[in-house]
């Protein structure tokens, strides 16, 4: 293994999962603190007012980091703690800005390298009042634009790796399609007051592609040449693979999955080809995914430094030959999926979320797909497991064998990806420690970290995996 992918090995968080601290110190709110506090719509009815209260105890968990051998930090800035009202003639919150610039010092005091992500889904509430956010392009970019700006111009100097959005697609879909997430849009009146499955999706993944060119151009135009970091985007994708290898028909539901998935963003920023979300979308989905303009275009190709990969399961995948039209609900390429292939053999060990098994054969697959399609830099900035029956904190609990194993499994993958030539700079897991899972709250415990939320001081036990990351990656860097 390279000694570049060894020397960016992590953890990744985001702000509205950890913070907590949701009005502390002039927090503007977000729609995720409007969703958790809307009775019925978080899975254990918790909300995320001091979820890890990491907004207190930002240093132990750097002290924590330190202890577990990392050499970096993926987190998120949330919005509306540094823009209140979050647009463009809104006031700072300097408190806000303070508490992230603290937490970078500290951060570089211990030797840890910063990597921070603008928007890691809680849009400022405020935003979503005044013009639906991200369905109203134009408004929303002047907005977007200012609040980079402000990041770039007072963390930049220590900053040297940014991303602007984490994950558009999962943001897209489970906010306008599957309306469970914020700000919980979809068609379905039965859960959701507002919205369109079969438009919203497409205008506000549009949005998110053009709004981060418009903000990539600035950096490179007014910030890095002086701050000389790098700036790009993370995207999230899942391997999907032919439920039956001999059938066409199969073959190609499956490669139409990673487009609708992965190639809807990373097509129009990566190539190759023409700058357009690609073939199999536009024939399936006509006017309704919007066309780039010359402008966009020019600022979305190349717009990204490196890929941004968040990765955690794999799919077996079939054509869904329902016969008739393709409903316009479907935002999947119509598709079908299993857990098994044609042959009976499973894609994974359980974990404790429904859709996330243990399937490290398809990611080194995924790399590669990656790598031939686009030959950039990858970085791996998002790759975890939950464990069934983590729950309360008993010492068997602490011993997270499950979790060990899928990253003894995906590392070894990875280390063989290097090793095919694949140019890999990072591995970030998911997550430093337990935290609010969004619409599952508590229930989903993805962290290296026990957290006992029913302590006042959120208090951390270290799970085996961190020290068996710590000591595995060690021995990797000492091979290469
Ligand atoms: C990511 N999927 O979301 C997010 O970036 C994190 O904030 C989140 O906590 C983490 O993964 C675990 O869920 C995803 O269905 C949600 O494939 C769903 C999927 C992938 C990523």
Known sequence: MSSQLSSQFTYATAAPQIEGAWNTDGKGPSIWDTLAHTPGKILDNSNADDACRSYDFYRQDVALMKSYGVTAYRFSLSWSRIIPLGGKDDPINEAGIQFYSNLIDELLANGITPFVTLFHWDMPQALEDRYKSMLNQSKYIPDFLRYARVCFERLGDRVKHWITYNEPGVYTLAGYAGGAHAPGRSSNREQNEEGDTSTEPWIVGHTQLVSHGYAVDMYRKEFQPSQKGTIGITLSGNWSEPWDKSDAADRAAAQRALEFEIAWFADPVYGPGKVDYPGCMRKQLGERLPQFTEEEKRLVRGSSEFYGMNTYTSFFVKDNIVGGPIPPEDHKGNLRWFNENKDGVSRGEESDTEWLRTAPWGFRKLLRWIWERYHVPIYVTENGTTVKGEDKLTEKLLNDRHRIEFY????????????????????????????????????????????DFDTPEKKRYPKRSAAFNRDFFKHLIAKS
Do not use: C, H, P, Q
């Open 408 to 451: 003894r499994k995906y590392v070894g993958e990875l280390a063989k990806a290097v090793k095919d030539g694949i140019d890999i700079r990072s591995y970030f897991g998911w997550t430093l420690a337990d935290n609010w899972e969004w619409a599952k709250g508590y229930t989903d415990r993805f962290g290296v970290t026990f957290i």
